[in-house]
């Protein structure tokens, strides 16, 4: 390619095709020509440089498939719906130590044993449905469940193939409920406050919240014997 004698033509090309390469095939295909090894022309002179095309077949292997199934549960294990109250990230857990999952196991079953105790405010002596977000890792960064997607990601290696339909609904369930949960005792920490409010739905939305740990339990007890700790 002709140039300028300050230029640096292969440079700039080499710059190019490296921000090419992040573009999705969608978008390359449109630069390079159907995802196929497209040229970079000037004065009419090619130089090609190969595109490489992330899936070239409409159909999928079964080990395509797998991955796939992977790459979209990683993407789903950050479902958690972020509420005022949460805290701020700053606290680093190691995302590889899966005894995270039975310590957080135990203390949600501790909570279900001591519901009545744990939700009252130990100062006023009123109903504090805020405190079942402390128990699910969703209020504090030393719950063994803060941040537990990164748990789950990165234990997902270990399931084996055979039940890796069974773990995607089961991490599925789990973001489901804990969401609920996370959802219930927020709301019903205003309970009192909101027009026809009072006590009677403060307890309602504890009852609710508490039907979802339960389910949230179950589903990370299912994880858990999935990994086979």
């Known amino acids: 390619c002709a140039a300028g004698k300050n230029d640096r033509p292969d440079k700039i090309i080499m710059v190019l095709l490296g921000l090419l390469s992040l573009l999705p095939l969608s ?5 390079t020509g159907a995802g196929r090894p497209g040229s970079v022309v000037c004065d009419g002179k090619s130089s ?8 070239s077949e409409v159909s999928m292997s079964a080990a395509e498939l797998t991955f796939s199934r992977r790459a979209a549960l990683t993407g789903a294990a950050f479902g958690v719906t972020a509420l005022p ?6 606290a680093a857990q190691d995302p590889k130590d899966l005894s995270r999952l039975s310590k957080g196991l135990a203390d949600i079953n501790y909570l279900l044993d001591n519901w009545t105790k744990e939700t009252t405010n130990p100062g006023t002596g009123a109903m504090d ?4 977000r402390l128990f699910l890792g969703l209020r504090t960064t030393t719950s063994p469940l803060f ?6 990601v990165a234990a997902q290696n270990k399931v084996d193939p055979d039940n890796f339909e069974k773990w995607i609904e089961a991490v599925e369930d789990w973001n489901s409920h804990l969401n609920k949960v996370n959802e219930l005792a927020y709301t019903s920490s205003f309970g009192e406050y909101n027009p026809g409010g009072g006590k009677d739905q403060i307890a309602k939305y504890l009852d609710l919240a508490k039907a979802e740990v339960v389910l949230a339990r179950d589903a990370l007890s299912n994880l858990i014997t999935l990994l086979e700790l």
């Open 27 to 31: 978008s390359a295909a449109l630069l």
């Open 48 to 55: 090609h440089f190969a595109v490489a095309a992330r899936r």
């Open 85 to 90: 109250g949460t805290m701020p990230v700053f």
């Open 129 to 132: 449905p805020d405190r079942v």
């Open 147 to 152: 941040q537990v997607e990164k748990v789950l």
